[in-house]
C-alpha cells in the first residue's frame, strides 16, 4: 500500500498495526494508543519524497521513542510500499 493510505496504530512497548486506510475499512484502533501515518490529513496528503520521508520519520518515532522493538515495526512497516522500496534488498 501507498504510504499515504497507510494508517499506523501502536501502543508504546507492545505492538504495531500497519493497515491500509480506505473507506469503510474497520481498522481496530481503539485497541491501540496511538495513531500516526494516513489517520492524519495532513499526512495523507503527502506525495513522492515527503510521503517516504514521513514514513522514516514514525519508523523512528515508533522504535526510539516509544520502544517498540525494531522487528515488529520493520515486519509491520513491509506493508507500506515506499518503505519496501526504500531498504536494502537484502534486509
Not at 496504530?9 to 500516526?36: F, H, M, Q, R, S
Request: hydrophobic share 50%.
Amino acid at each position: 500500500m501507498k504510504a499515504n493510505r497507510a494508517l499506523i496504530a501502536w501502543t508504546p512497548g507492545l505492538d504495531v498495526l500497519v493497515a491500509p486506510i480506505e473507506d469503510g475499512n474497520k481498522i481496530p484502533v481503539d485497541a491501540y494508543t496511538c495513531t500516526g501515518g494516513a489517520a492524519y490529513a495532513a499526512t495523507r496528503a503527502l506525495k513522492g519524497d515527503a510521503s517516504k520521508l514521513q514514513v522514516f520519520i514514525d519508523f523512528h518515532k515508533l522504535v526510539v521513542r516509544d520502544g517498540i522493538a525494531p522487528k515488529a515495526a520493520h515486519d509491520a512497516f513491509m506493508a507500506i510500499d515506499e518503505y519496501r522500496a526504500s531498504i536494502a534488498p537484502d534486509i
